[in-house]
């Protein structure tokens, strides 16, 4: 209790403003008691601002200025409660650092503000803020949050607190603003425009929050589309790793087969070729022996031994084999390798043919944020695709050139072989690659004109009906190219284009989406049709010569 009273002695002997205790101790009329110094440094200050003076802790105002005598009675007991012990502030306030904002009443090292009053327009510590909750008149005061920016609310141009919002210029203003420079505008308390700006600042946090909401459920799809995505590369990864094992191992069963066969089909020819040897060895020993008696049979001298020794050395034993044996020539397992290569070959074309088709299931994974189509020309080129022209399509009079990749009309008949895919009555060929996903590519052509499409595989190929026709059925669709002129057809149904004439043509695919566009292509790109539909098959790229002998249409390679 005795510490409490000592406490209590040292916040009644304080300057409000420094918190030390009083130095040269003044009193004002209102009765409240500072350092001379402090309460001439505030009122100093509040003068550069006003243009009153006031008490700041009670906030009564003087007119004029008081002129202060220094007040003995409270030095002496200040003096004596020095000599006693009692210390000058506490140690442990807090003071204010570089980013916190100040006590403007503080003088000295100034505490930290803990509110800032928008009518005063101080910012003031715990101690100088106590007389805003004691003093009736102060209570009105509004208390915000420290503020470093509290002169922002000052008009430069009439020193007035700015109290007014004129929406016209959408400005904080004060009184004497709307008698001058903004009269006649729009003007509202600020009070009613920071309520009107308070609900619109609602409807757009709730949209923002809906907003967040939605992207965060975006990045939850996201991430369920990323853990779909791996988890079906994984077993598609996992499934391929495993059949081509399985086909690694039929390889290696049927090479172990192979040769398997041969060595015990070569144990039994050579067994059978070892054992004709020895026989003939056999029959050669015999006829030396018989030779060698014949010779000494010749030697002898006695006649009558001769003759009667002749008739049985003379007679020989019928051989079993021919006197001559034909080698022919030494191919007695090369039919093997023959039919092994042919077989290696036909693998070779298929894994060739049908990885395009594995790869571009690969590709038909799309990025699900890429755009539906492509804007510049450099955005459908990520696209492109190198396509060759199937032999084994074309009609007879078709010449495939650069590697299948340019085709020329001509009258001479060309000698290929017979083939279910050939086209035997229009002038038209196919591509060898399939077409899913997305894809582009160009045709250049020469000539009178041309027909640039894309079809079904099952489009039909004998015969001159329409089902035959690129563009003239249900299967295909086509762009002609004459001079100077666009024509689309589907189904046998034509459509007029517009469009600057080029002899070259892009084609855009995306299988997925069902969109086919076809392209002018010059120093700009230009849109010719655009189809909008569903493929339910791969898609083949087509050419039609259009019965015009030399003409040429060539997929360019892109880049």
């Not at 930290?112 to 007389?131: D, G, R």
């Not at 004497?176 to 009269?183: G, I, N, Q, R, Y």
Request: hydrophobic fraction near 30%.
């Amino acid at each position: 209790m005795a510490q409490k009273g000592v406490e209590l002695d040292r916040e009644t002997f304080s300057c409000s403003i420094c918190l030390d205790l009083l130095k040269d101790p003044v009193t004002t009329n209102c009765g409240h008691s500072y350092c001379m110094n402090c309460i001439k440094c505030f009122w100093d200050a509040e003068k550069e601002k006003k243009k009153i003076h006031s008490c700041p802790q009670c906030r009564k105002t003087f007119t004029p200025r008081p002129v202060l005598e220094k007040n003995t009675m409270l030095a002496v007991l200040v003096e004596q409660l020095k000599k006693t012990g009692l210390q000058a502030a506490p140690a442990d306030h807090c003071y204010a650092g570089a980013e916190d904002v100040a006590c403007d009443i503080c003088t000295g090292r100034k505490l930290k503000a803990t509110k800032s009053c928008l009518f005063c327009l101080v910012s003031y510590c715990e101690k100088h803020l106590q007389p805003h909750y004691d003093a009736a008149p102060l209570k009105k005061h509004k208390l915000v949050a420290p503020c470093k920016k509290l002169q922002e609310n000052i008009c430069s141009r009439h020193d007035e607190v700015m109290k007014i919002f004129c929406r016209t210029d959408q400005q904080s203003i004060c009184y004497l603003c709307t008698m001058d420079e903004h009269k006649g505008h729009e003007t509202v308390p600020a009070a009613a425009e920071r309520t009107e700006k308070q609900k619109e600042l609602e409807v757009r946090r709730l949209n923002i929050q809906q907003r967040i909401q939605d992207r965060e459920k975006d990045v939850k799809l996201l991430q369920q589309e990323v853990e779909a995505i791996s988890g079906s590369a994984d077993k598609a990864v996992e499934d391929s790793e495993k059949m081509f094992t399985e086909l690694i191992h039929l390889i290696q069963k049927r090479s172990s087969d192979v040769k398997q066969q041969v060595r015990s089909q070569q144990e039994t020819e050579v067994s059978r070729v070892k054992e004709l040897q020895e026989k003939l060895e056999q029959e050669i020993a015999e006829l030396k022996r018989k030779d060698a008696e014949l010779e000494q049979l010749s030697h002898t001298e006695d006649h009558n031994q001769f003759l009667h020794s002749y008739p049985s050395l003379s007679a020989l034993s019928e051989s079993t084999h021919s006197s001559s044996i034909n080698i022919g020539p030494l191919r007695y397992f090369e039919d093997v390798t023959a039919a092994v290569s042919e077989t290696r070959d036909k693998l070779q074309d298929i894994l060739r043919e049908e990885w395009t088709n594995i790869s571009l299931r690969v590709t038909e994974v799309d990025d699900l944020l890429s755009p539906s189509e492509p804007k510049t020309r450099a955005g459908f080129l990520k696209y492109s695709r190198e396509i060759t022209l199937d032999p084994n399509t074309a009609h007879r009079e078709i010449v495939l050139s650069r590697r299948n990749r340019k085709a020329r009309q001509t009258k001479q008949q060309q000698s290929y072989p017979d083939h279910p895919d050939r086209f035997t009555f229009y002038d038209q060929v196919l591509s060898r690659e399939s077409l899913t996903g997305r894809c582009y590519w160009e045709v250049e052509w020469r000539g009178s004109g041309i027909e640039v499409a894309v079809t079904y595989k099952n489009i039909s190929r004998v015969g001159n009906s329409r089902e035959c026709l690129l563009g003239y059925n249900n299967n295909s669709w086509a762009l002609l190219c004459v001079k100077n002129r666009y024509d689309f057809f589907h189904n046998s149904v034509c459509t007029d284009l517009s469009g600057p004439w080029s002899s070259r043509v892009g084609v855009y695919l995306d299988h997925r989406a069902g969109i086919l566009s076809f392209y002018s292509i010059s120093e700009t790109m230009t849109l010719l049709h655009r189809v909008q539909t569903t493929f339910t098959q791969p898609l083949y790229a087509g050419l039609w010569l259009y019965f015009c002998p030399g003409a040429t249409a060539e997929l360019i390679k892109v880049r």
